[in-house]
Structure formats: structure tokens, C-alpha cells
């Protein structure tokens, strides 16, 4: 975590390149400010609270910090929940299209591809909800992975998804992607923050995605594929698609396991929240995830499958 020191102009540094608060101190910022465009650059919108989680120890620094680079124009915010409420809604913060600028800058993303992920995130509800959904769960995993003395590799959605593109269309798209380090242990997982708003059709296509690209590769059971889903009923919809989709799958095959929001907001994502998602078993730990149970959590009933599938067919 930076300070709050004005920046120094490197001596490499050629005023020739333009826009760039680094060369030119045009917008005298501090080194957290710009930490906080990169931020919104790699991760589209985030609120006060998540800045104030990742950059500061206190709200009132951070209000201080947004007030300035508003006034600088480089950044704006949205009120993100729909219209009507009782009194004013929570305030999600954005780049403009100078702040798109300087941000392309510190970060190397493309200028105009920044600018329009920023204009397509401002204009929807649904969209930029999600995306706020996707930032609670990477900065309260930053949050308590930073609280342990541990390692946190994270890949937001953006850039997920461009890693997995082929033909300029995604193969696999996650809401973000973690590698955690602590001590001696090392979970790798895929993101996938579901707000029940996709029907089960969309669920299982998403799942085979997932098996396409991973089931049947050495290291596949080391993989793992976290849902954070709205209640227990989704939990259970996302349960009964992963069994009939691993059923036939090659193995070795990653794991999937559930939480509910009420659950991680009780025991925050590295507490006993994570359910295994191929048959039954105790909640765990983020970090106590493995396989060494794999062949009983893949013995699936397959005629009860197979009669629920019909079911759910004909109904469809």
C-alpha cells in the first residue's frame, strides 16, 4: 500500500507522450490516487467502501481522495440501484474518458477498449450490479487473505475472458479468477458470482464450458469452481446441473463448490462456507478445498438423475 507522497518524475520519464499524470504531474496526483484509476481500470466500477477496504484506513481519507480526482474529471460516479428508493442510493465510482485516458496509461489496456467497458458498465443496473457483486468478493477476499500474511492472484473478468477468447469469441467466461498462497497451501479457482437471473439452460451450458476446457487434463482435480449464489434453493439448482453435467465428464475434473451470500457475509470466503457441489458432505474452508474425496462426491444416483433431467426437460 502506497503513500499518500506526491509522485517524482522519473528521470527516464519523455515529455513527449501526452495524458500522462506520471511525465506531466498535470493532475499532481498521489501515488494512492493513481492506484485508485488502475483499480477502476481493472475493475470497472467499485464503491467507496471497496476503495476504502484495498487503499486507506478510514472513510473519510477516501472521500477526500474521491473528491479530488472528481473534481479533476477524471472520475464519476452512479447511483446503482433502480429507482424508486426511500432517499439516495449507494454511490459506484467510474472512470470518464479522461480519467479512461490516464488510466490507460498506468495500466497499458487499451484507451478506447477502457472507455467503452466504462460507458457499458455506467448505463446498466443489472450490469454494473454485477459487476459491484463480483468487487465485494474479490475485496473481501483481498481483505482476508492480506489479514493472514498470505498471497493473492487475482484476474478480473475482462481479462479472463480475452485469455480464453478464440476467434474473438470466449470459451470459458468467469467472473474473475484466484490463485491463493498461504503457507505451504495453494488453491487455484474460477469466480462465479451467480445472481440467479440466469435460467438453468444458461447453467448448464456454462458448466460444459468448464468441462470442455478443463475435464481430462493432468492437473484438472486441482482446479476448482466456486459459485457464490443468492440462497439455498439456487445452491441446490446449481448442485443438481454440476452432478448431471460431471456424470459423464473425463476425469480428472475440477471441483465444484457453492456458498450463499448470507453465508459469506456470516463467515467472510475463507470461513467453513464452501459446500461441495458434486454430492454431499460437510461445509470447509477455502483453503482446506481438495480432491481426496472425489470418487464418493462423483458417485451420482444416475437413474434419480436421470428421471430429474426428463422432468426438468418436459417442463422446459
Known amino acids: ?27 499532481r496526483l498521489t501515488e494512492r490516487q493513481v492506484e485508485m484509476l488502475a483499480a477502476l481500470a481493472r475493475h470497472r466500477a467499485l464503491t467507496r467502501d471497496q476503495l476504502t477496504v484495498l487503499f486507506f484506513g478510514s472513510k473519510r481519507r477516501c472521500q477526500a481522495a474521491l473528491s479530488q480526482l472528481k473534481q479533476l474529471g477524471l472520475i464519476r460516479h452512479v447511483i446503482y440501484l433502480p429507482q424508486p428508493l426511500a432517499g439516495a442510493g449507494p454511490r459506484a465510482y467510474l472512470l470518464t474518458a479522461e480519467g479512461a485516458n490516464v488510466a490507460a496509461q498506468l495500466t497499458g489496456i487499451n484507451r478506447k477498449v477502457l472507455g467503452l467497458r ?68 495453494n488453491v487455484r479457482a474460477f469466480i462465479e458470482i451467480d445472481r440467479g437471473t440466469e435460467r438453468r439452460l444458461w447453467l448448464q451450458a456454462k458448466v460444459q464450458r468448464y468441462l470442455r476446457h478443463l475435464a481430462g487434463r493432468v492437473g484438472a482435480d486441482r482446479m476448482h469452481i466456486l459459485f457464490v449464489v443468492p440462497d439455498a434453493a439456487r445452491e441446490a439448482t446449481v448442485s443438481r446441473v454440476a452432478a448431471s453435467a ?5 476425469r480428472p475434473a475440477p471441483g465444484v463448490w457453492t456458498t450463499t451470500t448470507a453465508l459469506l457475509a456470516a463467515h467472510g470466503p475463507l470461513g467453513p462456507v464452501w459446500a461441495p457441489g458434486l ?28 428421471l430429474e433431467e426428463e422432468g426438468v426437460r418436459l417442463a422446459e
Open 1 to 27: 500500500m502506497g503513500s499518500d507522497g506526491r509522485l517524482k518524475r522519473a528521470l527516464n520519464s519523455k515529455p513527449a507522450r501526452k495524458c500522462s499524470p506520471l511525465v506531466s504531474l498535470k493532475y
Open 118 to 185: 466504462t460507458a457499458r458498465t455506467g448505463r446498466s443496473f443489472l450490469h454494473i450490479n454485477h459487476t459491484l457483486a463480483i468487487n465485494d468478493f474479490y475485496v473481501e477476499l483481498h481483505a482476508a487473505i492480506r489479514q493472514i500474511h498470505g498471497g493473492l492472484g487475482w484476474v478480473g473478468e475482462d481479462e479472463v475472458r480475452a485469455y480464453y477468447s478464440r476467434n474473438g469469441e470466449a470459451t470459458l467466461t468467469p467472473d474473475g479468477a484466484a490463485e491463493i498462497k498461504v503457507d505451504q497451501r
Open 246 to 250: 460431471f456424470r459423464w465428464a473425463d
Open 279 to 306: 454430492g454431499t458432505g460437510e461445509r470447509r474452508p477455502l483453503l482446506h478445498l481438495g480432491h481426496d474425496d472425489a470418487a464418493p462426491r462423483l458417485a451420482v444416483p444416475t437413474e434419480e438423475l436421470a
